[in-house]
């Protein structure tokens, strides 16, 4: 297999995408698209090539996607400098948020995929008792089609791309076309990598409309709900498995034992980092009634000690114009129905054409709101007082969809009994939205949020299927149930299930006696 990735052949010229820097307005370049008509053409290279990926060991496949992670390095400032211009981010952000977890994802399954990928023997006893061994191996679907967005342009690509490749599938990626200078990146880290095994489209929804219609024999999407609906109704024309990491309306339960010098500073991050955009931000807080003045008056404090602005401060821009059209409309709503504005709001917006927006605070919201009933996605924290946790927790089941939620109190066991009861993807306990970045733990949602995993060994598995392979321990001895149906295999079968459903151990040992006696008249009738 030769070394340079396979660029998909266009019938004809779309037009190119613009790269914009949301902290300016200013387009900063340009990046050839990929004609739709052409996406089928990638696909099809990428399954030739993907059964001599797959048929690479996996200790070896691992050998050669170090390649990525050393390219990684070499085009370190490269990429932060990219994704802070096109994502409107600090540079810190960039490369906490983006940079450092896509490294750990490789260097995670670097060291562990050979071990989860290993062939295993399941049913040992039960299996010799009958006269079957059983080995189940995990085999790679083939043709990986990940589309991925623009708030986290490089590492949830690599979230998406990093298992599939692993497991030995082909990649066609989809990068989002608003930081498609992210995109080419991306193509020049995936550059390494032998010719059609991870191949980069671009392009807007008609290019992942196409690589979903190709079609790939799995789609990983990561994205809205709405987009996530369409994704998985085109997939089921095909019959094409789907893992979807879709939106959050995150809840945080602050408890009235809270340490609240943590938890104010903890939520503030968790609710703003990255402008907001962040599908496991902080959407809706609430606060227990006893503490609620107290959080409110700390958490004020400390955001008016943030900085926001163009260079490397701590809140960046909007990425998406239509992002910053969505905070303005939901404030906006919040506001008209009786909210009450702590910080930031529509008098502290710019309009200067960029797409900053300051981080809003909202007091006094209620369920008719945008902001409690639609994902914000957004540089903007609505606090809602409740009386207990268990008020607490029934609002953060019933209103809203969590992709992540969290719990703040300084009682373990209470910090237990609460997240028990919250359905969401994951749970933390004094924290908020940092497991996104930990490859080894499993990441996704329920109902809304989606569904399937990525990340850790499960979204390892998530890129594979199982095949059990049956091995028959005894060949020179017919089965008891193949034909004739004699009275021998009846007794025998009959015995066995008297065996199996006896209710207690005297039963089952009378009918094991019988048991015996018939298997050593079957196998002397079936030799």
């Not at 990255?274 to 959080?295: L, P, Y």
């Not at 905070?327 to 906006?332: M, T």
């Not at 979204?459 to 004739?484: C, F």
Request: charge should be positive; proline fraction near 7%.
């Amino acid at each position: 297999m030769s070394t340079s990735t396979s660029r998909p052949r266009r019938s004809r010229a779309p037009k190119p995408l613009r790269s914009f820097d949301p902290r300016t307005g200013e387009v900063v370049g340009t990046v050839p698209a990929t004609a739709p008509t052409d996406v089928a053409d990638a696909v099809a290279h990428a399954r030739k090539v993907a059964p001599e990926w797959a048929a690479i060991a996996p200790e070896g496949r691992a050998r050669i996607l170090r390649g990525v992670r050393r390219r990684v390095y070499e085009l370190l400032d490269d990429v932060v400098d990219t994704v802070s211009t096109e994502c409107g981010k600090p540079r810190a952000e960039a490369l906490a948020h983006d940079v450092v977890p896509a490294v750990m994802t490789l260097l995670y399954y670097e060291r562990t995929a050979a071990r989860t990928l290993r062939a295993e023997r399941p049913g040992l006893l039960a299996g010799a008792l009958v006269g079957v061994g059983t080995r189940v191996e995990r085999r790679p679907y083939g043709v990986v089609g990940c589309i991925t967005p623009w708030n986290y342009p490089f590492f949830l690509a690599v979230m998406a791309a990093a298992p599939a490749l692993f497991a030995g599938n082909a990649v066609v990626l989809k990068p989002s076309e608003v930081t498609p200078g992210v995109g080419e990146r991306l193509r020049a880290v995936l550059d390494v990598l032998p010719t059609g095994v991870a191949t980069v489209v671009q392009g807007a929804g008609d290019v992942g409309a196409a690589l979903v219609d190709a079609p790939c024999d799995k789609i990983a999407f990561i994205g809205s709900p709405a987009t996530g609906r369409k994704i998985a109704a085109a997939a089921a024309r095909h019959l094409t498995p789907v893992v979807l990491e879709l939106g959050g309306l995150d809840a945080a339960i602050v408890c009235d034992d809270a340490d609240l010098d943590v938890a104010t500073s903890g939520l503030l991050w968790s609710s703003f980092f990255n402008a907001g955009q962040t599908c496991a931000s902080i959407e809706r807080v609430f606060v227990a009634e006893d503490v609620a003045d107290e959080f409110t008056t700390r958490l004020l404090a400390k955001l008016r000690r943030l900085r926001q602005g163009a260079g490397d401060e701590d809140l960046g821009a909007l990425t998406f114009g239509p992002q910053l059209d969505t905070v303005r409309r939901h404030v906006d709503d919040a506001v008209a129905k009786g909210a009450r504005v702590l910080a930031g709001g529509p008098d502290a917006a710019r309009d200067d054409g960029t797409l900053f927006y300051p981080p809003t605070v909202l007091a006094g919201v209620t369920t008719d709101m945008d902001v409690l009933r639609e994902e914000t996605f957004g540089p903007v924290l609505p606090i809602v007082r409740v009386r207990d946790e268990h008020e607490a927790v029934r609002r953060t089941n019933e209103e809203g969809f969590n992709l992540t939620a969290s719990v703040w109190t300084t009682d373990p066991r209470r910090a237990r009994a609460i997240a028990s009861r919250i359905r969401a993807g994951t749970i933390a306990v004094n924290g908020h939205g940092e497991t996104a970045g930990a490859p080894w733990a499993p990441w996704g949602g329920v109902g809304e949020s989606g569904y399937g995993r990525l990340n850790g060994r499960d979204g390892l598995r998530e890129m594979t299927y199982p095949v059990t392979v049956a091995r028959n321990l005894l060949p020179a001895i017919k089965r008891p149930y193949w034909y004739p149906y004699d009275d021998d295999a009846r007794a025998l079968l009959r015995s066995a299930a008297a065996v199996l459903a006896a209710p207690g151990a005297a039963d089952r040992a009378r009918h094991a006696s019988a048991l015996l006696r018939n298997v050593a008249r079957v196998v002397k009738s079936r030799l």
